[in-house]
């Protein structure tokens, strides 16, 4: 086996000897078909690549069928799984390749570069400020960047791709690697040709900057190099191969004192860490997604290397597929239209081949009519892609990760990298145990789904979840690995944890409605001492307001999913009593922001109070009403009661209006009253803003109403123009809430005036509107639809209670 360059036949005192360097861009396919060939043609005895030695024992699970790329080696510190860095590996990164060649080749391979437990401990230096990117490896240019964060005043290290991209006159670096690399099908006739090459140019490169590296790369590279010594020195010259990002090869070339690499690798500081291999993603692969070493185009790097001829005809035909399932029109002949296209373009461009940018401008013009809108599809979905790798049982993992997968694997959850939406039908009992599983992984700070609103029902049975894997997740399941060692021991030591460090009542309240779809019976006990504890102490309404809706929330999920809430419901209906008896005054003397702030607290507990009589059991059931009549009792007060901020008030009579408990000739003496002259213009917008603002139909109250509109719009009329100009934006802020259709009315009704909008023509109509008395004829002319949308039951399809129960 002969060298790639340094002197020939010459022994540095590096120890680099006859030593194969292959210098290599991280996740370059031309480069990974390049190490394929060198090492078919040098038949080393060992191969050592860029990597934690630590890793070493994980090295023979690269045989494994189940471990297929995209996945990574990752590294986090026993005692702060949070900690951690990454080193990825694709199906056309070199360093995989050079994994799966030693191991059908039975030679051994070794990770060379510096320790994970190092570059872990160095993260921990006060004076650096680290993203957990930095710890991946790897560099947009040939070389990559180190791992870690580079210390403040440590000289910067130079772009080596785009430097040499632009000596060649290029003003992309990926397109000049691709003309000079993946397009050239380099080494064919001298398999060691490239890299001789590429040494040559960054020794150029590193001589002539001036750029030695990071203190980082110091430190790393001396540790390589100690590392190829003793490779040599157990193997023998000419017998090791070593596959390394193209930054470092001088650095290994390089004449360098044994004493001296010592030096620089003597006394770094150092931390217990485990290592495991894990799935990884396309996407995380991408530059896009932070990745220091990432690429532009994973997919399509992925495509080169795989495919074993045509590449650009394979490609386009893959976008037609795409494009087809999407249910445009694709036929062949776009696709032979859209290949001599690039090829033109090819050949305009003087590119050896079609590079992705010819492909992408032929697949706008001829598969996407000019459109960016499938071509942002094509980007998302095959240029980057949501390939994903998958790991064996086999790999090391920390107790929790095993439970984690034992449990998904029976409940039929597999992760992916794009994104899906699973429907739960929480009557059946696999879909409720999936339900638990996400709400307790939430819990845990393990985001593998988010719940978003059903597109169907909207009964409690239903559950809506977004799910989508992503690589950091590991790191995640290990941290939350010092909870437990199974996902509900873990959750529930968690939830209490929470629950004891809770900031307020509100975050409490929060965390036992998380808690209760979870499912953790045992963690209740504790966040139901900790709501009690904070509702005791806390005097503050809105506190109390803000808490009492969660509680309520959390009673009807435990209801449904059958677990005991007893206790729950004791302290609820302690906390809206305390409600009661606080409002009245704390809705005094309040500016408007603040009013508008007890507003909304008003319409929290009112609704929270109607769910809880409605969820409330036989036994329950007269208290609960009690509480209702209470509240009653609570917004007659408010409506009534002088120094009551005026949203307040006109809010306070809207409920009453709308529950029935009190007649429209009152709710329009009252609305006389807070319209009346005396009532600063000010107070009097407010009240309006109260009664018929919010989203809360009060604008077709009006249009329906006669009377108050007609008192309305007396007020408005009679405001000076000094008062007009001060109430205008809270009037526009009313009125425009409501929908276009209703405020078309409503003008149509203000310009007919009195006397004459029972004939009102209704907004995009033209036919008379609103009446009287109710059109029984029209009224029964819908009941039809209704009967179909309820079933013979009188039960709404897709949901799951009595009609009118819960809407």
């Given at each position: 086996?002969?060298?790639?360059g340094?002197e020939?036949?010459?022994r540095?005192?590096a ?14 396919p031309?480069s ?8 078919d043609a040098?038949?080393?005895?060992t191969?050592?690549?860029?990597g934690?030695?630590?890793?070493d024992a994980l090295i023979?699970?690269?045989?494994d069928?189940?471990?297929?790329p995209?996945v ?13 860095a990454f080193w990825?590996?694709a199906e056309?990164s070199p360093?995989?390749v050079?994994?799966r060649?030693?191991?059908?080749h039975?030679v051994p391979a ?10 872990l401990?160095?993260r921990?230096k006060p004076?650096?400020?680290?993203a957990?990117e930095?710890?991946q490896p ?10 870690g964060?580079?210390p403040?005043g440590?000289d910067l290290?130079v772009d080596p ?5 632009d000596a ?6 990926e397109?000049?690697w691709e003309?000079?690399?993946e ?5 064919r006739?001298?398999?060691l040709?490239p890299f001789?090459a590429i040494?040559e ?7 002539g ?6 203190e980082r790369d110091?430190?790393r590279?001396?540790y390589?190099?100690?590392q ?9 010259d000419g ?11 001088p650095?290994?070339r390089?004449?360098t004192a044994?004493t ?7 006394g770094?500081?150092?931390?217990k860490t ?10 995380r692969?991408a ?5 220091g070493?990432g ?11 795989a495919?074993?001829?045509r590449p ?11 494009l087809?399932d999407e249910?445009?029109?694709?036929s ?8 001599r296209l ?9 590119r050896?081949l079609?590079g ?7 697949v706008?013009?001829v598969l ?5 809108v499938?071509?942002?599809l094509?980007?998302d979905?095959l240029?980057?892609g949501d390939?994903?790798?998958?790991v064996p049982?086999?790999a090391?993992?920390?107790p929790?990760?095993?439970d ?5 694997r029976?409940?039929?959850?597999t ?5 899906r ?5 929480l ?7 999936r339900?638990?599983?996400?709400h307790r992984l939430?819990l845990?700070r393990?985001?593998w ?6 597109r169907?029902?909207?009964g409690?049975?239903?559950e809506?979840w ?9 790191v ?6 010092v909870?437990g060692?199974t996902v509900?021991a873990?959750?529930?030591a968690?939830?209490e944890a929470?629950?004891?460090a809770?900031?307020?009542?509100a975050e ?11 499912g953790?019976?045992?963690?209740l ?7 009690a504890?904070?509702?005791a102490?806390?005097?503050d309404?809105g ?5 009492l ?5 959390s009673l009807?999920?435990g209801?449904?999913r059958?677990?005991?809430?007893g206790?729950l ?7 809206a009593?305390?409600i009661f008896?606080?409002?009245?005054p ?8 603040a ?5 909304g607290?008003v ?7 109607g ?24 917004l ?7 120094g ?10 809207r409920l009453l ?17 807070a ?8 107070d009097a917008?407010?009240w ?8 809360a139909?009060g604008?077709l109250?009006?249009?329906?109403d006669?009377?108050?509109l007609?008192?309305v ?6 405001v000076?123009?000094e008062?007009?100009?001060d109430?205008?934006p809270?009037?526009?802020r009313?009125f425009?809430a ?11 009704l203000v310009?007919r005036g009195?006397g004459e909008?029972g ?14 008395e109710?059109d029984?004829g029209r009224a ?7 009967r ?19 809407t």
């Amino acid at each position: 086996m002969r060298a790639a360059g340094g002197e020939p036949g010459g022994r540095s005192a590096a120890g680099s000897g006859q030593a194969l360097l292959l210098g290599v861009r991280h996740h370059g396919p031309g480069s990974a078909r390049a190490v394929r060939r060198a090492l078919d043609a040098a038949r080393p005895r060992t191969v050592l690549i860029e990597g934690p030695p630590e890793a070493d024992a994980l090295i023979p699970l690269a045989a494994d069928e189940d471990l297929r790329p995209p996945v990574a080696l990752l590294a986090h510190a026993v005692d702060e799984p949070g900690r951690s860095a990454f080193w990825p590996m694709a199906e056309f990164s070199p360093e995989w390749v050079a994994l799966r060649w030693a191991l059908e080749h039975g030679v051994p391979a070794r990770f060379i570069d510096l320790p994970a437990a190092h570059t872990l401990a160095w993260r921990r230096k006060p004076d650096e400020d680290t993203a957990p990117e930095d710890t991946q490896p790897g560099g947009t240019g040939p070389g990559g960047t180190a791992p870690g964060a580079r210390p403040p005043g440590d000289d910067l290290r130079v772009d080596p791709l785009a430097a040499l991209a632009d000596a060649a006159g290029y003003d992309d670096p990926e397109r000049w690697w691709e003309d000079v690399v993946e397009h050239r099908g380099a080494g064919r006739r001298d398999p060691l040709a490239p890299f001789a090459a590429i040494e040559e140019a960054m020794t150029a490169l590193r001589d002539g900057h001036g750029a030695a590296g990071t203190e980082r790369d110091r430190v790393r590279e001396a540790y390589m190099r100690l590392q190829l010594r003793a490779a040599l020195k157990e193997f023998g010259d000419g017998s090791v191969a070593v596959v390394c990002g193209a930054w470092h090869v001088p650095a290994l070339r390089r004449t360098t004192a044994l004493t001296a690499d010592r030096a620089l690798v003597r006394g770094l500081p150092k931390i217990k860490t485990d290592l495991t291999w894990v799935p990884w993603t396309h996407r995380r692969l991408a530059r896009a997604g932070g990745y220091g070493a990432g690429i532009d185009s994973p997919g399509w790097y992925a495509h080169l290397f795989a495919a074993p001829d045509r590449p650009v005809e394979r490609w386009l035909t893959k976008v037609a597929g795409l494009l087809r399932d999407e249910d445009r029109v694709v036929s062949p002949a776009h696709v032979i239209e859209a290949v001599r296209l690039a090829e033109t373009l090819a050949a305009l461009r003087g590119r050896p081949l079609p590079g992705l940018g010819e492909t992408t401008d032929a697949v706008r013009a001829v598969l996407c009519e000019g459109s960016d809108v499938p071509l942002a599809l094509i980007e998302d979905r095959l240029v980057v892609g949501d390939v994903m790798g998958e790991v064996p049982a086999t790999a090391p993992a920390v107790p929790l990760q095993r439970d984690l997968d034992r449990r998904r694997r029976r409940l039929r959850l597999t992760p992916e990298a794009a994104e899906r939406e699973l429907e739960l039908d929480l009557r059946k009992e696999t879909d409720a145990e999936r339900s638990r599983l996400l709400h307790r992984l939430r819990l845990l700070r393990v985001d593998w789904g988010e719940p978003v609103v059903s597109r169907g029902s909207t009964g409690t049975f239903r559950e809506t979840w977004r799910l989508r894997w992503q690589p950091e997740l590991s790191v995640r399941v290990a941290e939350a690995g010092v909870w437990g060692t199974t996902v509900p021991a873990a959750a529930t030591a968690r939830v209490e944890a929470d629950a004891v460090a809770a900031r307020g009542l509100a975050e409490a309240t929060a965390l036992a409605e998380r808690c209760l779809p979870a499912g953790l019976p045992d963690a209740l006990p504790t966040v139901m001492r900790v709501i009690a504890e904070r509702a005791a102490l806390d005097t503050d309404v809105g506190h109390l307001a803000r808490a009492l809706p969660a509680l309520v929330r959390s009673l009807r999920y435990g209801d449904v999913r059958g677990t005991g809430t007893g206790a729950l419901a004791d302290v609820a209906v302690g906390l809206a009593e305390r409600i009661f008896v606080g409002l009245p005054p704390a809705c005094a003397a309040l500016d408007a922001d603040a009013a508008e702030e007890m507003r909304g607290h008003v319409d929290a507990v009112h609704g929270a109070v109607g769910l809880l009589e409605e969820e409330a059991g036989a036994e329950r059931a007269p208290l609960h009403s009690r509480l209702r009549d209470r509240w009653r009792d609570v917004l007659r007060l408010l409506s009534a009661r002088g120094g009551v901020a005026g949203v307040v008030r006109g809010r306070a009579v809207r409920l009453l209006l709308d529950d029935g408990e009190l007649a429209a000739d009152e709710a329009a003496r009252l609305m006389g009253l807070a319209l009346s002259p005396g009532t600063p213009p000010a107070d009097a917008a407010a009240w309006i803003e109260g009664f018929v603002g919010g989203g809360a139909g009060g604008g077709l109250l009006l249009v329906h109403d006669e009377r108050l509109l007609g008192l309305v719009d007396g007020w408005l009329s009679g405001v000076s123009a000094e008062a007009f100009t001060d109430v205008l934006p809270l009037l526009r802020r009313t009125f425009s809430a409501y929908e276009a259709g209703v405020r078309r009315t409503l003008g149509e009704l203000v310009r007919r005036g009195p006397g004459e909008r029972g004939t009102v023509v209704r907004a995009g109509a033209g036919t008379a509107g609103f009446a009287d008395e109710i059109d029984a004829g029209r009224a029964d002319a819908v009941l039809p639809v209704v009967r179909l949308l309820l079933g013979p039951d009188g039960t709404r399809r897709g949901d799951d209670h009595p009609a009118g129960v819960r809407t």
